[in-house]
């Protein structure tokens, strides 16, 4: 049930031999990013407030080499797909041979097209690539390949960025080239994940620190197996909703220039002259902010069960208020909290589908995770995976 180095052995192994299969040769490096789950702080990043995710031991895995053609070309391996373009065909996202990019290759096509805008120096590149991070899952699989690429590019063109530099720009190939508006989480955890650390960012000064997750405990990850389509446009009216709310809330409020700069309390006092779905979604990010904002003194303290009650919160907020969870997900996180060991449990990442995180004493964790796949099984019918995830490095070369 455990990830493990065997896992990635696996994909690393398979990449280079398809890699030898369609190209005849070795690839010369190996690029790795990993995806991410985050503890506290959901749908506060683009509201300037605090994050706390990990980077997680799933990445996206590229095996490539730099190639004199005049397009490059990637295999998705996942996919059994493969497209070729080159920066004279990213504005009209098409391939070489004119027909369109496919939706999963806009995100290396978007990295190489802001790499482009920044005027770094490009090769082109023959690829496969391969994820263990499943795809839709709020496990983050797109900034992953985002990272993953960004690292490869980089390595071809003989310059380095610092890591929050390439998130920053991973960001704007999603929020520009793909179409999704999404904060900064994502990719900053996957190019600054450290192992066996949590991360708090502040999403407005992006400085970041880490943070230890206290030994007694383990992240444990639980996959309802429900993806849902259309997310992107639900995320993008969640992103709206709190652009509205400033917007209100500035007639009483004119210094405020996000919602992280409304306390609680200040809220309740402004909040019955909101729309009510906006007051319901500027509630949830100005409370989940004053939460996250409790995260490092807890953690710190070791005080597990009242930061594990911060997640339960969080998952109301976002069922109740944020309207981001669903039926399976409900489920997950109703069972997981009646388990023993289990401190704290919560959907995590942009919801509508996808996993759980939930907190577990060290000692109860296989124990709970065989329980919760068993009881979920039980009340929906569906076969969920359960495994219990640690903290792993951010993006690098593997080779
Ligand atoms: C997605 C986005 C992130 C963040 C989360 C919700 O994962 O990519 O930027 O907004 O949703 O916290």
Redesign the pocket.
Known sequence: METDLYTNMNIIDQLATTYREKFGYAPTHIARAPGRV?LL??????NNGF?LPAAIDRATYVAFSPTNARHSMLWALDLNQQVSFSVETLASKTQANSSPLPEWALYPAGVMNVLHEEQLSLLNMTAVFSSNVPQGS?L?S??SIEMAFMIAWQMLGGWTLPPMKRALLGQRA?NQYVG?N?????QFASACGVENKLLLLDCRSLEWKTVPLPENVSIVIADTTVRRKLTSGE?NKRRSACEEAVRLLQQDLPNIKSLRDVGVEEFNGLAKKLPKEIEKRARHVVEEIGRSNQAEALLEAGDIQNFGRLMNECHVSLRDLYEVSCPELNVMVNIAQSLDGCCGARLT??GFGGCTVNLVAKEKAESFAQALAKGYEAETGLHPEIYISHASNGAGLLK
């Open positions: 985050n702080g959901e749908h506060v990043d683009y994050v709020g983050s797109s900034a999603e999704v999404c904060g900064i989480m994502d995320y990442g942009a």
